[in-house]
């Protein structure tokens, strides 16, 4: 039986209809023929059901020129509110490509600094849905002043609450600096880009003929530029991704992970450690199979997993406490550290502690990649990041040195030295200056220069090789000076582990007071 409302509430009925179709029926359809879903409908997947409370569903732009008196829509483009994700409190933005292309003028723009602010007020992440064809063009300069107020908000709400961008569309321009400036960025495969200057303009300028997914496709920035973390086959995919996410992290930075029961003992040993590095310091082996032994049952939950492969990073847990990992793989590049590695490592420590997410780092790393690109291309600089950003963070660090762990990449890697609370090496660690074939190459120049041919210099090389490991390319000089807190066997990793995170989740860092300053200068 229909209800017969007052008019006013009629009135207020039917304007919250036209907010809720947007753009309107056709646009939708669009919208859904492109493979997409339209920002409610992906706000509904984001969000527990019945928890979303909608703010300024009701504003509208105020551009008069270019026939823009006649086109508004409640709304103005752009979906924004608070819900709930698994309990607790999230922001939620989801442009509104029905309209204008989910273009963005002053009120869209309004809108969305106002949701971020309330993020920051509650201590709620941030989840941004972009699906925007960029600055609305007949708004011109205020539409430009809505992007700088957007990333200022970014830049204001870093390190306070999480902030996770959705790429779900066109992301183009400047407009792509809002989700630079937050911590994680998730593209839709297919139906997401992100570049400053489309084909067109590159065509153009350049004479370049590239197309729009191989300028900026999910695939390009997972794997080349590292502007993506995460790559989503569809909208839905994209928000359980999310999801995920949101499970391993505080609320703010005032705030712990939720810890969660996940039924792996504590105290679980695993004897196939004690054989995963091989007996040849020149093998390869995997070092998932390391990580995935020592935390929690299947939590490892990988962040840049394309991205400078030679270097892992993700969340985990351990004995239920959310933990960061981050690791050299030396299954690529034998592990050692390049530009793109080093940023990877440091961005993710800066992250980490600044939510309070203790790190866990497992090394083999034999040094840094040589060669002109590296240097000119500024590993020197991209490398101090690392050094950094272990050394600022006063979160609980962990490090396990596995094998390798060589010259400045020792250091760089959660060393002692940097401020590490628990080292931990494996009877097959090699802490060195550098590795044993380049060592005895120096310290036995000139016995190796006696030599009458190849083959009694390979044998001598083999020797001196043999004499430095012994002597010095092993755990126990640096155990015995203090640097490493134990040396373990390699199956005790994990309850090792566990119990020195447990008594340091209390820490306080006392080590080091400075005097007061602004902030430091990383070399970013
Ligand atoms: C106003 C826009 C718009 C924009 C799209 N629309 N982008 N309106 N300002 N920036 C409108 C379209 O006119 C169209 O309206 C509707 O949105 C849907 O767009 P379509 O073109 O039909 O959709 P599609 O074919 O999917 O193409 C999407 C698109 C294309 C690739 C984004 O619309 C496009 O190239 N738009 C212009 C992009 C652009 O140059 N933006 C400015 C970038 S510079 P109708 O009425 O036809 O339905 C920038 C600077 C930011 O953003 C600086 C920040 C510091």
Redesign the pocket.
């Known amino acids: 039986m229909e209800v017969a409302y007052p008019p006013k509430i009629a009135d207020l009925k039917k304007r919250l209809e036209e907010a809720r179709l947007g753009?309107g029926l056709k646009?939708i359809e669009?919208q859904h023929a492109?493979g997409k879903l339209t920002a409610r409908e992906r706000l509904d997947l984001l969000f527990d059901p019945n928890t979303f409370l909608e703010i300024d569903a009701l504003v509208t732009h105020r551009a008069t020129e270019f026939g823009m008196a006649e086109r508004k829509a409640y709304g103005d483009g752009v979906v924004t509110g608070l819900g709930r994700v698994g309990g607790r409190p999230v922001v939620g933005i989801a442009q509104d490509?029905t309209f204008?292309?989910?273009?963005?003028g002053e009120m869209h723009a309004a809108k969305i600094v106002k949701a971020m602010q309330y993020a920051v007020s509650i201590g709620a992440p941030i989840v941004f849905l972009n699906d925007?064809?960029?600055?609305?063009?007949?708004e011109g300069v205020d539409?430009?002043k809505g992007?700088?107020d957007i990333?200022y908000m970014n830049v204001m709400a870093s390190g306070i609450v999480p902030q996770i961008a959705v790429i779900m569309?066109?992301c183009?321009?400047?407009?792509v600096?809002s989700p630079a400036l937050m911590d994680f960025v998730i593209m839709v495969d297919k139906t997401s880009y992100m570049f400053i200057t489309?084909p067109r303009v590159v065509k153009a300028a350049i004479g370049e003929e590239v197309t729009e997914e191989e300028l900026g496709g999910p695939l390009v920035h997972v794997s080349k530029s590292g502007v993506a973390h995460f790559i989503a086959k569809d909208d839905k995919e994209a928000i359980e991704l999310v999801k995920k996410l949101l499970s391993y992290l505080p609320s703010n930075n005032m705030e712990a992970p939720p810890r969660v029961d996940t039924g792996d003992d504590p105290l679980r040993t695993d004897l196939k450690l004690n054989t995963v590095v091989p007996e040849d310091p020149l093998k390869a082996y995997n070092m998932y199979d390391v990580i995935n032994s020592v935390v929690d049952r299947g939590t490892f939950f990988e962040v840049s997993k394309d991205y400078a492969k030679n270097a892992i990073t993700g969340f985990a847990r351990l004995n239920g406490w959310v933990v960061g990992v981050i690791a050299n793989q030396p299954a690529v590049f034998s592990g050692a550290l390049d530009i793109n590695a080093s940023d990877k490592i440091a961005r993710f420590v800066r992250f980490l502690d600044a939510f309070n997410i203790p790190i866990i780092t497992f090394v083999d790393v034999p040094g840094y990649i040589p060669g002109t690109f590296q240097e000119h291309n500024g590993i020197i600089r991209h490398g101090a990041k690392v050094l950094y950003a272990y050394s600022e963070a006063t979160v609980p660090k962990l490090t396990v040195i596995v094998r390798k762990a060589y010259g400045g990449a020792y250091i760089a890697m959660a060393s002692r030295h940097l401020g590490a609370d628990f080292v931990a090496a494996w009877p097959t660690a090699e802490i060195a200056v550098m590795g044993p074939e380049g060592a005895a190459e120096i310290i036995w120049r000139a016995e190796l220069a006696k030599a009458k041919t190849p083959e009694e210099r390979q044998q001598l090389m083999a020797k001196f090789t043999e004499e430095y490991r012994q002597k010095i390319a092993n755990p126990y000089v640096a155990a015995s000076r203090g640097y490493i807190d134990a040396v373990i066997e390699p199956a005790e990793t994990r309850p090792t582990l566990v119990k020195s995170l447990e008594y340091l989740l209390t820490k306080r860092d006392v080590r080091f007071r400075t005097p007061p300053k602004k902030h430091g200068l990383m070399p970013v």
């Open positions: 753009g646009a669009a492109k490509f204008m292309g989910g273009s963005l925007s064809g960029g600055a609305r063009i007949q539409s430009l992007y700088g990333f569309g066109p183009a321009g400047g407009a600096y489309g």
